[in-house]
């Protein structure tokens, strides 16, 4: 769906106009397009006092991805990232010289340029002035996106005690971050729990040799998961209703994957779709839980199907699939056995809640819960489950909004504009990939930083 106000406000007359009555001027966003390079234009890395060590290591691997890393802040530079490490904070204090270095670069930000922090978690045996800078940072950067503008995101990368800042997933995450894969991401903080995971041998494919299976996939969102997906090397299989089956065999034909006609709420939708993945591909490496349904309603006015139905779609249908790839058929009998994958999409209404939605949001924060719980069943096996959870995502779906309504969805976050089914896709690319191992139970906001919930 076209953001028709985006438009206007970004050509011509309009333009002028916008900026003359002091309107909300969202940047078109800069996505992901196979062959670019990473960013454009030097990297500044800085840190604080006791950080030098973790800021070498994220140096030299930035230089690794043949970017143009600088060390000191010049005043001639534009700089297209800033990498703020400050893993050695132990006072508040600490944070003064590296955050006002930043500051002074902020003004010749590119265009699309990011800001990425790199910290180590505040927790409860941690000294009372430590545990203090720790969670400086998270205030720190959520801060620092509402102000970033022209397209510019600013996210972190929060390690956790004992792994290090050159172990896969902290680099997966920085390099995601920095990407325009990551653009309406925003304002989030992402933790790295372990040092699983491992680097891919071509960042351009790191889904080579995997086999995905994505649900929903016959339109929206489902459909940009199975194309990225593909495009990162996957074989896809897509799944959907039987009513789909014409959508969904374009799907699977365009990338080359197969479709599976399957309703996900039946006893046995775990156990066919791995006969299906295993006879048709020899393998299962990654669950994408993406079908999803709202019946919306003031929670004086819900009825039971109303209710039933969402909860039974939203979060009880994966409960099930999740239940049966865990079972003897499953990881125990080496389907998903590989450092597996599990993604699920949630959302903001799980988080902050939403006006009648009590039954998506607690279908959402159901599945939030989920995969918190279900991550430490496929540690044993080198895998993870992760959710990813859009803010408003122009979609079907909210195209039937209200117009007025959809205009103040699109306007209150960050980057003042509705996300693409794609962003999501991007979220979920990369927590199904290798080099997100260490990334354990979490769930990342794909919300442009909405204005709403955490």
């Not at 840190?47 to 802040?73: E, I, M, P, Q």
């Not at 994957?257 to 791995?274: K, P, V, Y």
């Not at 295993?278 to 299962?284: A, D, E, K, N």
């Not at 790839?325 to 903001?348: C, F, K, Q």
Request: contains cysteine; positive net charge.
């Amino acid at each position: 769906m076209t953001d028709t106000y985006l438009t206007l406000v970004n050509s011509g007359i309009s333009k002028t106009i916008a900026k003359k009555l002091g309107l909300p001027r969202p940047v078109p966003l800069r996505r992901f397009r196979p062959g670019q390079p990473l960013v454009s234009g030097p990297v500044l890395v800085l840190h604080d006092a006791a950080s030098t060590t973790d800021a070498d290591a994220v140096a030299d691997a930035l230089v690794g991805w043949d970017l143009d890393v600088r060390r000191h802040a010049g005043s001639a530079d534009r700089y297209a990232a800033v990498v703020l490490v400050l893993t050695g904070a132990s006072h508040p204090s600490d944070l003064s010289a590296p955050v006002l270095a930043t500051a002074g670069t902020l003004r010749s930000l590119a265009p699309a340029g990011r800001v990425v922090t790199v910290s180590r978690p505040a927790g409860t045996d941690d000294a009372p002035a430590v545990a203090a800078a720790r969670q400086g940072v998270d205030g720190l950067l959520r801060s620092l996106a509402k102000e970033l503008r022209g397209g510019s995101t600013g996210n972190g990368v929060v390690v956790a005690d004992g792994v290090e800042v050159g172990a896969p997933s902290v680099l997966g995450a920085l390099r995601f971050f920095l990407s325009t894969r990551s653009a309406f991401v925003d304002g989030q903080l992402l933790a790295v729990d372990s040092a699983a995971g491992t680097l891919p041998g071509d960042w351009d494919t790191p889904l080579a040799g995997r086999v995905a299976v994505v649900t929903g996939a016959a339109r929206g969102i489902g459909a940009s998961i199975a194309a990225t997906l593909a495009r990162d090397g996957a074989t896809v299989v897509a799944v959907d209703v039987p009513a789909a089956g014409e959508r969904l065999a374009h799907v699977a034909n365009s990338v080359r994957g197969s479709a599976l006609q399957l309703d996900i709420t039946a006893a046995d939708a775990g156990e066919r779709i791995i006969e299906h993945a295993v006879t048709r591909h020899g393998r299962l490496d990654v669950v994408v839980h993406n079908a999803g349904i709202t019946r919306d309603k003031l929670l004086a006015n819900m009825t039971p199907d109303r209710w039933d139905a969402v909860l039974a779609v939203n979060v009880a249908a994966q409960l099930r699939i999740d239940e049966a790839l865990l079972a003897a058929r499953g990881v125990r009998a080496g389907v998903l056995a590989d450092a597996p994958r599990i993604v699920s999409l949630a959302s903001t209404s799980g988080i902050a809640g939403n006006r009648g939605q009590t039954n998506y949001a607690a279908s959402k924060g159901g599945v939030i819960g989920m995969v918190r719980a279900t991550a430490p069943l496929l540690a044993a096996h080198g895998g993870t489950a992760n959710a990813v959870a859009p803010g408003f995502i122009e979609t079907e779906m909210t195209a039937r909004i209200p117009a007025v309504t959809r205009q103040v969805a699109r306007r209150i976050n960050s980057l003042q504009q509705g996300g693409q089914p794609v962003d999501v896709a991007e979220a979920v690319a990369f927590l199904a990939s290798p080099q997100a191992g260490g990334v354990v139970g979490r769930t990342l906001r794909v919300c442009g930083q909405n204005m709403v919930g955490a």
